[in-house]
């Protein structure tokens, strides 16, 4: 890996992956990060409030879409947890580069940046060919026999993941994308949280399918649940008493939603009537 640091404008950047052998050649997505950072380039997709996530072309000669993922600097409490982890930007590289080196679908990173006055950092990553799963929910899914390839794909590669030793930090629907083929290949992104602990519950684990669960989608019945879930447990090896486990936090953590926030439109699932589709 060519670990060289590029320093522009107050950021200092760290190439992660040879330059220029995928036709991107670092010192210009260095230039077009700060561009991005300050608003005159790209377009923002997503944001939170401990990241913005906007997207850009590379240039006209290389039609390359490269997704810029600006992280906050830690605040307050979250402060603490810094001191005991690499930086978040770092992290993120780190990760994605063991899930790969295990097999697990994760977008290479190409650049990392920290900028030392304020502390923000970039991650640079490519995008990921293919769709989110809810695009293979809702009535402009290709099938309902490719909606139910993909949610049994998504499942048995959950149980990938976590038999790999690692654990999603964020496992929404929003942050897995399905690519072509059959069965469909599953790239997980956003991994500012995932770890790989030496030790993880397996309440820790099944939290995943609670995340996964918990988005009231069009498309996205309690039978589609039902059949990630088990797929997860035949993949895994995992008993069928996973099945009402995962149902049971599942509704507890709805019952603790709406205690919360009343309007919010969340998911409704009754553990007795779940049923295996």
């Avoid at 608003?39 to 997704?67: L, N, W």
């Avoid at 895994?236 to 507890?252: E, N, S």
């Amino acid at each position: 890996m060519n670990e060289r640091t590029i320093e522009r404008g107050g950021w200092y950047f760290k190439v992660h992956g040879s330059s220029g052998t995928d036709g991107i050649d670092r010192e210009r997505l260095a230039t077009l990060a700060i561009e991005v950072v300050a608003g005159r380039a790209g377009r923002q997709v997503r944001r939170s409030r401990a990241a913005t996530t906007r997207v850009a072309e590379f240039s006209d000669a290389t039609p390359a879409d490269i997704f810029f993922r600006i992280l906050e600097p830690w605040r307050g409490a979250a402060t603490l947890k810094s001191w005991f982890r690499s930086a978040g930007a770092e992290h993120i590289a780190q990760i994605s580069a063991a899930l790969a080196a295990s097999g697990i679908g994760a977008p290479p990173v190409l650049l990392t940046a920290r900028e030392l006055a304020t502390g923000r950092e970039i991650v640079a990553t490519a995008r990921v060919a293919g769709f989110m799963v809810p695009r293979h929910l809702g009535p402009r899914r290709e099938s309902l026999a490719r909606k139910r390839m993909v949610l049994n794909a998504l499942g048995a590669e959950v149980a990938r993941l976590h038999r790999a030793g690692f654990v999603h930090g964020d496992l929404t629907p929003f942050n897995v994308f399905v690519m072509p083929g059959e069965p469909p290949p599953i790239v997980f992104i956003d991994h500012e949280r995932t770890r790989r602990p030496r030790f993880a519950s397996a309440r820790v684990r099944l939290r995943n399918l609670v995340q996964l669960g918990h988005f009231d989608l069009a498309g996205l019945s309690n039978t589609d649940r039902m059949r990630v879930w088990r797929a997860y447990c035949v993949a895994g090896g995992a008993p069928a008493t996973t099945l009402k486990r995962v149902a049971k936090m599942l509704t507890r953590r709805i019952v603790r939603d709406r205690a919360r926030e009343r309007d919010r439109p969340v998911a409704i699932v009754e553990t007795g009537k779940l049923r295996e589709g």
